[in-house]
């Protein structure tokens, strides 16, 4: 089946750094990522679309100069937290929506394994 | 808005005990449902979904779903749950094809013996 790769797992930084993560589609090409945050305890809220190839798309409240995503190709897209700050620790997870010949293969997303960020 | 309710936030239960996980959503002429499982700082895991026909969805580890267009329902129901099936458990929904999906607040299930 759609195996989506993130990485890295976990990742701890100090105050005003940048931290990246990716997520990688490692057996299908992933025309459409979306990028969730999670607080402990709490659902999962998207913070932004990214098409490969196109400027990503951000929910309201969300930061698109913090948060800087790219999507060059068809199975990466990058998520960069920049000059992070203790309260963008959290669970960030990637999902990646293929190209699908019938509605039911465009319907389902495989998620990533999710980054734990934590800045100090 | 288009939401998604969770109507608990946590169930215990007792080994080999019945569940039901409850969630509701905000109707639409089309929509989309999953059910979602994610252990201890893992990702998630596609449980089942709802995409079209019939409205009773098999998953996986003995779980089911029953889409209710009337009452704008999608609960999760296992008939014996085991120790192992302590997770949280998210109910999504997504209203176009291809689009995010919206998730609930998520149910804690406890499994005891």
């Known amino acids: 089946g759609a195996v989506v790769s993130q990485h890295p797992s976990r990742v701890i930084c100090k105050s005003g750094t940048s931290v990246k993560i990716e997520c990688r589609s490692l057996?299908?090409?992933?025309?459409?990522m979306f990028w969730y945050r999670q607080f402990p305890k709490q659902s999962l809220m998207l913070m932004a679309t990214?098409?490969?190839?196109?400027?990503?798309?951000?929910e309201q409240g969300v930061e698109k100069d913090k948060f800087l995503i790219n999507h060059a190709s068809l199975t990466l897209s990058t998520l960069t937290v920049t000059s992070a700050h203790p309260e963008d620790s959290s669970f960030y997870i990637c999902?990646?929506?293929?190209?699908?010949?019938?509605?039911?293969?465009?319907?389902?997303?495989?998620f990533g394994a999710g980054s734990r960020l934590t800045v100090l | 808005a288009q939401s998604v309710t969770q109507l608990d936030s946590q169930v215990p239960v007792f080994e080999e005990a019945p569940v039901e996980l409850r969630c509701n959503y905000s109707s639409s002429v089309s929509v989309y449902l999953f059910w979602y499982v994610q252990y201890p700082n893992q990702g998630l895991q596609l449980l089942l979904k709802y995409l079209s026909g019939s409205t009773l969805v098999k998953g996986i580890n003995g779980f089911e779903a029953e889409f209710n267009k009337s009452q704008t329902s999608f609960h999760l129901r296992k008939p014996s749950v085991h120790i192992s099936d302590t997770a949280e458990y998210f109910c999504?929904?997504?209203?176009?094809?291809?689009?995010?999906?919206?998730f609930g607040k998520g149910t804690t299930l406890s499994v005891s013996s």
């Open positions: 999504a929904v997504s209203y176009q094809a291809g689009t995010a999906l919206i």
């Open positions: 999902s990646a929506r293929g190209l699908g010949n019938n509605s039911s293969g465009a319907n389902v997303l495989t």
């Open positions: 990214s098409n490969e190839g196109s400027k990503a798309t951000y």
């Open positions: 057996d299908f090409q992933a025309t459409t």
